[in-house]
């Protein structure tokens, strides 16, 4: 199966701040790949699919690169909101495969 | 507006099957464009995908789980099940099910249960 790999496994940021969020498959994905936001108690939302689909409201601040085996959640100004846990999962193949998920906290 | 409302017992004793529901609304389980997926959580595996049905029934089951884990439907009553046997404390985890969009744009899980925590112990 696909194994995925987040970096950092926590960020420490202050609101305001610019989110760079690394995702790593072990072979390529092509583009199929999915970011969510976790926060303590919910389940997971989705956030941005494929090369540039995103979930229904999901503010602007929030931005997907890459392709392959290498792709970036970018988090432009941070909200208080935005603090959060996010995972990157890839669809190209079977099993689904997620990350282990990347903790964006408050500095 | 889609939601999927699981049900089912949150405590199963060791060897025991765990039987989970997921109740959809808002949209149908025979819909082509939709898959429909159980995923599961635990502090020491994270998110681990189980398995989706397929809009016409057929299914797909995690490779690691196939020898014991069935999803099944019910279309009359909309809705989806997971039946996981041989249940241990390793399948301690919370339960989620969740809406698999297929587009052409790609997939995503956009639509989540509220989870279930199921704690596996005698």
């Known amino acids: 199966e696909v194994v995925m790999t987040q970096s950092p496994a926590t960020l420490s940021m202050s609101p305001g701040e610019r989110a760079t969020l690394s995702c790593r498959a072990s072979q390529s994905v092509r583009s199929n790949l999915a970011w969510y936001q976790q926060k303590v108690g919910q389940a997971p939302r989705l956030l941005i699919y494929g090369r540039s689909s995103r979930a229904t409201d999901l503010p602007a601040r929030f931005s997907n690169s890459g392709s392959e085996t290498e792709f970036n959640l970018t988090i432009n100004g941070l909200q208080p909101e935005d603090f959060a846990v996010y995972y990157c999962q890839q669809y190209s193949f079977l099993p689904r495969t997620f990350g282990p998920g990347t903790r964006v906290e408050i500095k | 507006q889609v939601q999927l409302q699981q049900s089912g017992s949150g405590l199963v004793r060791p060897s025991q099957t765990l039987s989970l529901t997921c109740s959809v609304s808002?949209?149908?389980?025979?819909?082509?464009?939709?898959?429909w997926t159980w995923i599961r959580q635990s502090p020491g595996k994270g998110l681990e995908w189980l398995g989706y049905?397929?809009?016409?029934?057929?299914?797909y089951p995690n490779p690691s789980l196939r020898s014991r884990l069935t999803i099944s439907r019910d279309t009359a009553q909309n809705q989806f099940s997971l039946h996981l046997t041989s249940m241990t404390a390793a399948d301690t985890a919370i339960y989620y099910c969740?809406?698999?969009?297929?587009?052409?744009?790609?997939?995503?899980?956009?639509?989540w249960g509220q989870g279930t925590a199921v704690r596996v112990s005698s």
């Open positions: 969740a809406r698999d969009l297929q587009t052409g744009y790609g997939v995503a899980f956009d639509v």
């Open positions: 808002g949209a149908s389980i025979t819909t082509p464009a939709y898959y």
């Open positions: 049905i397929y809009f016409n029934g057929g299914s």
